[in-house]
């Protein structure tokens, strides 16, 4: 049975026009690891109450946790907390959720720990990072830019050895997510992003459209290289650049796909 925790908002940051970055204190949060997310359980007076998924975008504090949510023009949950949901506000959580999509990964062999949550047990080798030393590839659409950010961020603090490189597509400039920080991590030399825009062209020379099979593999670290590839949007976007990771060599045991609609 799903257990369901009282979590308020804490803080709110506007990302672009329909999307917003959301803190939530959640009191006994047994932390998260970076991928994950949680389900965000909304109750109305009559009692109605309805619950969706929500990566994390910013795992670093603990029992305060962040999501970045984009607004569907006819969904039920999004608008509300993307709009109305006000600081001081509080809804219910569960989670964290999902062992798969995370960074560092874990050994999820013969013996580790597959338990959901962020408690895995370093000690006895259950649950303990793989090689983290690998290159990790993060390949963002749209929204799904959230649990990658996490990523980000935890190696910002954590481990700055770490190379990580980002491929994200969004609809224009003015639809990114997460700008500034982009920016700031762009002028250190802390991140090579690889911009596509699919409705607006950015300010290089590539029109505006989605990203073909060519460019994407010009764009991500080789198959020589052996990175951990994280891909994270809509299911049909990943699907496809998945499809070309696998014609293009990359092994599947190194690609991780979280996919924010269903089939
Ligand atoms: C593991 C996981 C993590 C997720 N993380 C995030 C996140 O970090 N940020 C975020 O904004 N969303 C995320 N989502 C999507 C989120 O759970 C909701 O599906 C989304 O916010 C829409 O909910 P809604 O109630 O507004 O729309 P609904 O009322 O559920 O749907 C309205 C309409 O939009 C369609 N629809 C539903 N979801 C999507 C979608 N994602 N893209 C396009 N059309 C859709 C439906 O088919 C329906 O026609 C995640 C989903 C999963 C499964």
Same mark, same amino acid.
């Given at each position: 049975?799903?257990?369901?925790?009282?979590?308020?908002?804490?803080?709110?940051? +506007?990302?672009?026009?329909?999307?917003?970055?959301?803190?939530?204190?959640? #009191?006994?949060?047994?932390?998260?690891?970076?991928?994950?997310?949680?389900?965000?359980?909304?109750?109305?007076?009559? !009692?109605?109450?309805?619950? +969706?998924?929500?990566?994390?975008? =910013?795992?670093?504090?603990?029992?305060?946790?962040?999501? %970045?949510?984009?607004?569907? =023009?006819? !969904?039920?949950?999004?608008?509300?907390?993307?709009? @109305?949901?006000?600081?001081?506000?509080?809804?219910?959580?569960?989670?964290?959720?999902?062992?798969?999509?995370?960074?560092?990964?874990? @050994?999820?062999?013969?013996?580790?720990?597959?338990?959901?949550?962020?408690?895995?047990?370093?000690?006895? !080798?259950?649950?303990? @990072?793989?090689?983290?030393?690998?290159?990790?590839?993060?390949?963002?659409? %749209?929204?799904?830019?959230?649990?990658?950010?996490?990523?980000?961020?935890?190696?910002?603090?954590?481990?700055?050895?770490?190379?990580?490189?980002?491929?994200?597509?969004?609809?224009?400039?003015?639809?990114?997510?997460?700008?500034?920080?982009?920016?700031?991590?762009?002028?250190?030399?802390?991140?090579?992003?690889?911009?596509?825009?699919?409705?607006?062209?950015?300010?290089?020379?590539? #029109?505006?459209?989605?990203?073909?099979?060519?460019?994407?593999?010009?764009?991500?670290?080789?198959?020589?290289?052996?990175?951990?590839?994280?891909?994270?949007?809509?299911?049909?976007?990943?699907?496809?650049?998945?499809?070309?990771?696998?014609?293009?060599?990359?092994?599947?045991?190194?690609? +991780?796909?979280?996919?924010?609609?269903?089939?």
């Amino acid at each position: 049975m799903t257990t369901w925790q009282v979590a308020t908002v804490v803080a709110a940051v +506007r990302e672009t026009d329909t999307a917003r970055s959301i803190w939530l204190h959640i #009191p006994g949060f047994p932390g998260a690891r970076a991928g994950q997310h949680i389900d965000i359980k909304l109750t109305a007076p009559d !009692g109605y109450s309805t619950s +969706r998924s929500y990566s994390l975008s =910013d795992i670093r504090e603990g029992d305060t946790v962040a999501v %970045g949510v984009e607004e569907l =023009d006819d !969904g039920e949950v999004s608008p509300f907390l993307v709009h @109305d949901l006000e600081i001081g506000e509080q809804v219910e959580i569960a989670g964290p959720i999902g062992m798969q999509f995370v960074w560092p990964p874990l @050994d999820t062999g013969a013996g580790a720990d597959k338990d959901n949550g962020a408690g895995a047990d370093s000690d006895t !080798g259950r649950g303990a @990072d793989t090689d983290p030393t690998r290159p990790v590839q993060l390949v963002a659409g %749209g929204s799904g830019i959230t649990p990658l950010m996490a990523m980000i961020r935890l190696r910002e603090t954590s481990r700055p050895e770490a190379t990580m490189r980002l491929l994200y597509s969004a609809r224009s400039p003015e639809q990114v997510f997460f700008r500034d920080e982009f920016a700031a991590l762009a002028a250190a030399d802390r991140l090579r992003v690889d911009w596509f825009f699919t409705r607006t062209a950015g300010s290089g020379p590539r #029109p505006a459209g989605r990203i073909t099979r060519e460019e994407f593999a010009a764009a991500i670290l080789p198959v020589a290289s052996r990175p951990l590839l994280y891909l994270c949007g809509s299911t049909e976007y990943v699907d496809t650049l998945g499809e070309w990771l696998l014609d293009a060599g990359y092994p599947i045991d190194d690609i +991780r796909i979280e996919r924010f609609l269903a089939a």
